[in-house]
């Protein structure tokens, strides 16, 4: 049976996330978090006390990368994930381990460690794959691919509001600083910038809501995999 590979691609704080959860559910595919894996290995080196060293250690950085205690625990409401046995579900998605994915990100040696870990994901019936370069770098053959995206600002907006929801006291400017910083870093690293690919549909959500983008992509969606 043909994997059938749906990929979102985007900034921090476009969507991603919600959007691939709910066409995971809405087509009963599998769910790749690629952003999740890098944050877990940011915060897996930064436990370590390596990830401020990380060129000093880059072999056994890699093996890190390559032997991460992950799990992915479903439920009906969320999904829960363990590193090393312990819930870090909430703490992977804040700022500051959000650096640390991004510092990751940047580094091949790294990227390269948790590029077969990612391709294992895609499994009948069907994947879809939610990252900074799934259609670009790790599941080019997808026939859906759709990049997503939206104004710093109002990604800034949306992820206060999150934080907020989270119990956390956050400063709109600092959110902002910090959205551009990554975009800038995301944009210019050397392995696998964050781009859309040729074949991308691009949608900006900025005046959209949630619901408004899923049928956008729902019908890109269903055209590309009929074909």
């Given at each position: 049976?043909?994997v059938?590979?749906i990929?979102?691609?985007?900034?921090s704080?476009s969507?991603k996330?919600?959007?691939?959860?709910?066409?995971?559910?809405?087509?009963?595919f599998?769910l790749l978090?690629?952003?999740?894996?890098?944050?877990?290995?940011?915060l897996s080196?930064?436990?370590?006390?390596l990830?401020?060293?990380?060129?000093s250690?880059l072999?056994?950085?890699?093996?890190?990368?390559?032997n991460l205690?992950?799990?992915?625990?479903t439920?009906?409401?969320?999904?829960?994930?363990?590193?090393?046995?312990?819930?870090?579900?909430?703490?992977?998605?804040?700022?500051?381990?959000?650096?640390f994915?991004s510092?990751?990100?940047?580094?091949?040696?790294l990227?390269?460690?948790?590029f077969?870990?990612q391709?294992?994901f895609?499994?009948?019936?069907?994947?879809?794959?939610?990252?900074?370069?799934m259609?670009?770098?790790?599941?080019?053959?997808a026939?859906?691919?759709i990049?997503?995206?939206?104004s710093?600002?109002?990604?800034a907006?949306?992820?206060?509001?999150?934080?907020?929801g989270?119990?956390l006291?956050?400063?709109?400017?600092?959110?902002?600083?910090?959205?551009e910083a990554?975009?800038?870093?995301?944009?210019?690293?050397e392995?696998?910038p964050?781009r859309?690919?040729a074949?991308?549909?691009i949608i900006?959500?900025?005046?959209?809501?949630i619901?408004?983008?899923?049928n956008?992509?729902t019908?890109?969606?269903?055209?590309q995999?009929a074909?």
């Amino acid at each position: 049976m043909t994997v059938k590979i749906i990929t979102i691609d985007g900034p921090s704080g476009s969507g991603k996330g919600t959007l691939a959860a709910k066409l995971a559910a809405h087509y009963q595919f599998h769910l790749l978090d690629s952003g999740a894996l890098y944050r877990l290995l940011g915060l897996s080196l930064h436990k370590q006390g390596l990830l401020e060293e990380i060129d000093s250690h880059l072999d056994h950085c890699a093996e890190i990368a390559t032997n991460l205690d992950i799990q992915f625990v479903t439920t009906p409401n969320e999904t829960q994930i363990l590193l090393d046995g312990e819930d870090v579900t909430q703490t992977i998605r804040t700022e500051r381990v959000g650096e640390f994915a991004s510092k990751v990100a940047a580094i091949p040696v790294l990227r390269t460690a948790l590029f077969e870990r990612q391709r294992a994901f895609a499994q009948a019936p069907g994947l879809v794959a939610d990252g900074r370069d799934m259609a670009t770098s790790i599941f080019p053959e997808a026939p859906a691919k759709i990049y997503l995206t939206a104004s710093a600002q109002s990604r800034a907006e949306r992820r206060v509001k999150q934080l907020q929801g989270m119990g956390l006291d956050v400063k709109i400017n600092d959110i902002l600083a910090n959205i551009e910083a990554r975009d800038k870093r995301d944009m210019e690293r050397e392995v696998a910038p964050l781009r859309p690919a040729a074949d991308a549909l691009i949608i900006d959500s900025s005046e959209l809501n949630i619901d408004e983008v899923f049928n956008l992509m729902t019908q890109y969606i269903d055209k590309q995999l009929a074909k």
